[in-house]
């Protein structure tokens, strides 16, 4: 096991299962078909024991109906005796074909069969032309039940019975043994699936195991050496003791833990070989770092800290000669910034008091340009108010003039009403007219339906239709008269609201011609308000074009001085600007002096 592959493991191992399962299926698969075999028989026993009961039955049916035609003479049970003798005889036939594979069995159904046929085709044919014979005679199902043919044919047929009996208990006894070994062969393939299972279900986790020994074991020990190699212990080794791929990775592992070794023994040297110049450097820069210059580096070689060593050497000799000019430029920066820092303090002074003159003209302008500038805004609301109250001036009276025009339409409108409504009034008089008519109308015809009726009544049978005819007649003339009452209430009712409308519209013409009155009057004031209103604009126009005028000197006036102010505070701030700059080149100079001073140079 330990010399085979990773992959021929895992073929073995599920081979060997797939294996087991296959063996298992096929045991399964042949007692599965013994057992549907003797299934089968089962079955076709079933079949011979129904076609025989079906043999009895039908046999049992055509003597039935050939005592029923003895009895009573009656043809149809004839045609029920023969159609019942066909059906036994196919299932005779049926029984036959059936038991071809028992010798025993054909032998008695084949006597049974001529037993049975004789008894059919002569025995019962016998009985019934003796019935025939004898017809409608008095006892004739006696003599028929009397005669020798009958006790022949029941003895004949217990003959056959007992024959298919015989065959029926054997085909039972076959059955019960067919029965007997299908269960056996049951519970044979409930074993067989018990035992086959729990054999699978062990062998399957004896492989697992050992195929989990053979693969997780040596993973197991591989994963801790890496471990421990990710850790730092590069002396730790693999210990391989199988020929699979878990062993030439693990010999794989123990050649890269080899190099990893030797490579950081390699390291290490390096590494103390760079510390040792790379500590030489520092101990040079630290020396030029606190103002030491006259160090030597002695470093060198091909590799970067050689290589670093030659860009020091060289850059320590060019600050060298970079301080020594640095320290003669000094001396010239610090005189030179001296005589700048007098003359910029004198031009300082002089801007300062040039920005203080034009800051006092600055704010003198600019107090004039805002007074200027409020004086023309009120000016223009002024302007503004005149215009806005001519315009609405002008509206409200031509608001008025609408307003007058519309009341005098009401006025109008209101005596059109009263005379409509004169005229309804009339009107419902004419009506009241004709009222009083139909009510006069309806009274003669009352009157009339009522001596029509009386005269019906003298007539006796003969004017019976027309009494009922001045009947009907008087009532349309009661419900004509209660019409035309309600019809005369609702007239006075719409005069009553006419008239009080009359009256209404009269109070409500005077109120409107009043209301046209007052409107005219506000409408005359209106317009001598607005000419005085119009007479103020061109006015308002004049003092305003002058402060406008005003307004735009003043503006330009502002605008100088404050270039002027603005041009005098960039010189202030140029000349501050100048004299800080000085003031720093100084110390700037002084400094440098003083940080190159504490540099030796010297070698």
């Known amino acids: 096991m330990n010399n085979l592959s ?19 299926l096929i045991l399964a698969y042949n007692n599965f078909n013994r057992l549907s075999e003797a299934n ?34 009656d043809e149809t049970y004839l045609a029920s005796k023969q159609e019942h003798y066909e059906e036994m005889k196919q299932h005779l036939e049926k029984a036959l074909r059936l038991t071809n594979d028992n010798p025993r069995q054909q032998e008695r159904l084949k006597r049974a069969q001529a037993i049975l046929l004789n008894w059919g085709d002569v025995l019962i044919q016998r009985q019934v032309d003796l019935r025939k014979e004898l017809r409608d005679t008095k006892g004739a199902a006696d003599a028929v039940g009397q005669s020798s043919a009958l006790k022949e044919a029941v003895q004949v047929r217990r003959r056959g019975r007992d024959l298919l009996d015989e065959t029926a208990n054997e085909e039972r006894s076959l059955q019960a043994e067919r029965l007997a070994n299908s269960k056996k062969l049951q519970e044979t393939q409930g074993n067989l699936f018990a035992v086959g299972g729990a054999a699978v279900v062990v062998l399957s986790l004896l492989v697992s195991i050992l195929l989990a020994r053979a693969i997780l074991g040596p993973l197991a020990s591989l994963t801790s050496i890496l471990a421990r190699l990710g850790a730092g212990e590069l002396s730790a080794r693999v210990a391989v003791t199988t020929r699979d ?7 794989d592992v123990n050649k890269m833990a080899q190099q990893l070794q030797d490579g950081t023994a390699r390291e290490l040297a390096q590494t103390n070989d760079l510390r040792a110049k790379v500590d030489a450097l520092l101990e040079t820069v630290s020396r030029a770092a606190g103002g030491d210059l006259t160090g030597k580096i002695t470093v060198g070689g091909d590799d970067a800290i050689g290589q670093l060593g030659d860009g020091l050497r060289r850059m320590f000799d060019n600050l060298r000669q970079l301080l020594n000019n640095v320290q003669k430029a000094g001396i010239q920066v610090t ?3 001296t005589e700048i820092a007098a003359s910029a303090k004198q031009q300082e002074a002089t801007g300062v008091e040039q920005a203080q003159t034009s800051v006092e003209v600055l704010s003198t302008t600019k107090e004039i340009s805002s007074n200027t500038s409020q004086l023309l805004k009120t000016m223009e609301d002024a302007t503004a108010v005149a215009d806005y109250t001519t315009s609405a001036t002008s509206e ?11 009341m005098q339409n009401m006025v109008n409108a209101t005596d059109s009403i009263n005379a409509k409504l004169a005229a309804l009034s009339e009107k419902a008089s004419n009506i009241n007219s004709v009222l009083t008519t139909i009510t006069k109308v309806a009274d003669q015809t009352n009157i009339l339906s009522l001596n029509a009726a009386i005269e019906a009544e003298k007539a006796g049978e003969a004017g019976r239709g027309f009494s009922v005819v001045a009947t009907e007649i008087r009532r349309l003339a009661d419900q004509t008269s209660v019409s035309t009452w309600d019809i005369e209430q609702m007239l006075k009712e719409m005069q009553s609201a006419v008239s009080a409308s009359v009256m209404g519209m009269d109070k409500f013409s005077e109120e409107i011609r009043r209301s046209v009155g007052e409107v005219r009057q506000v409408t005359d004031q209106l317009s001598g308000v607005m000419d005085q209103v119009q007479k103020l604009a061109p006015q308002f126009d004049a003092v305003l074009q002058g402060m406008q005028a005003q307004a735009v000197g003043a503006q330009q006036i502002t605008e100088t001085m404050m270039q002027l102010n603005d041009a005098t505070q960039q010189t202030v701030e140029s000349l501050k600007a100048t004299s800080e700059a000085v003031h720093q080149l100084q110390y700037a ?15």
């Not at 990773?6 to 298992?24: E, R, S």
């Not at 409200?396 to 519309?406: I, P, W």
């Open 589 to 603: 100079a002084g400094d440098l002096q003083t940080s190159v001073a504490t540099f030796s140079v010297s070698a």
């Open 6 to 24: 990773v992959k021929n493991k895992l073929y073995l191992g599920f081979g060997t299962i797939v294996a087991i399962i296959l063996l298992l």
């Open 40 to 73: 089968a028989w089962d079955k076709h026993t079933a079949d011979v024991l129904l076609e025989l009961a079906s043999v009895s039955s039908t046999s049992l049916e055509v003597q039935n109906d050939v005592r029923g035609y003895l009895l009573t003479g």
């Open 335 to 337: 005189t030179s910034a």
């Open 396 to 406: 409200a009276q031509g608001n008025l003039r609408r307003m007058d025009q519309t």
């Open 245 to 251: 791929e878990m062993g030439q990775l693990g010999e």
